[in-house]
């Protein structure tokens, strides 16, 4: 099992990708998905993009890590 964070692409350079997560921007590798769009959603994996993701299914996956996270601060 791998786990994917869901990302919005914020700039293209070639094969590498600005995404951000949250606050937070990465540069990630591209390559791996076809015809990635600046505003697009992917899902990455170890600096990959592994495949895009519509709006809302990000927004459903972002929304769960913030419970799941919550959560795990709440038992801490």
């Known amino acids: 099992m791998c786990l994917g964070i869901p990302g919005k692409v ?3 350079e070639a094969e590498r990708g600005e995404v951000l997560f949250g ?3 990465r540069t990630i590798d ?3 998905v076809d015809d ?3 505003g697009e ?3 990455v994996h170890a600096g ?4 895009k993701l519509d709006p ?3 927004r459903k996956t972002l929304e769960l890590i ?3 996270q919550s959560a795990s601060d709440e038992t801490q």
């Open 41 to 43: 959603y992917v899902l």
């Open 56 to 58: 809302e299914e990000a």
């Open 66 to 68: 913030a419970e799941i």
């Open 36 to 38: 990635v769009k600046v």
């Open 48 to 51: 990959f993009a592994i495949s």
């Open 23 to 25: 606050t937070v921007k």
């Open 30 to 32: 591209l390559r791996l």
């Open 10 to 12: 914020i700039n293209i």
